[in-house]
């Protein structure tokens, strides 16, 4: 069974920092790209960061390119999202999902939902003003 499991969520201060973990087991790590979603109240989900988990190339959206950094921990089977600079416009259930990296990475649009066939829980991330 295929299981991704986020955490690291909380409580953050405008300015402030944090740190998302996802782990993975059940799949194939290094034939998998993991990405990040967020959805906000009332708005749509977006994808936020993807990694090829087998060279580790990143891809981000605008709205955090520059403030949040994605690694992956193979050993760990582990992807983490670092996000500074956290502004309220951030404060979102934010997800991680896995996908095939041929596909996801080689896609036009890597950070669309539709490129991810494994989604975790949520992780509730709050940036108070």
């Known amino acids: 069974e295929i299981q991704l499991q986020a955490s690291g969520g909380g409580l953050v201060q405008t300015g402030g920092s944090l740190r998302l973990s996802c782990v993975a087991s059940?799949?194939?790590?290094?034939?998998?790209?993991i990405g990040w979603f967020r959805q906000a109240p009332g708005k749509e989900r977006e994808g936020i960061a993807c990694?090829?988990?087998?060279?580790?190339?990143?891809y981000y959206a605008d709205s955090v390119k520059g403030r949040f950094t994605i690694s992956v921990d193979n050993a760990k089977k582990t992807v983490y999202l670092q996000m500074n600079s956290l502004k309220p416009e951030d404060t979102a259930v934010y997800y991680c999902?896995?996908?095939?990296?041929?596909?996801?990475?080689?896609?036009?649009?890597?950070?669309?939902?539709?490129?991810?066939?494994?989604w975790g829980q949520g992780t509730l991330v709050t940036v108070s003003s």
């Open positions: 999902a896995a996908g095939d990296r041929t596909i996801v990475i080689a896609s036009v649009t890597p950070l669309g939902e539709i490129m991810y066939d494994y």
């Open positions: 059940g799949l194939i790590f290094d034939e998998s790209a």
């Open positions: 990694i090829d988990n087998d060279d580790g190339y990143a």
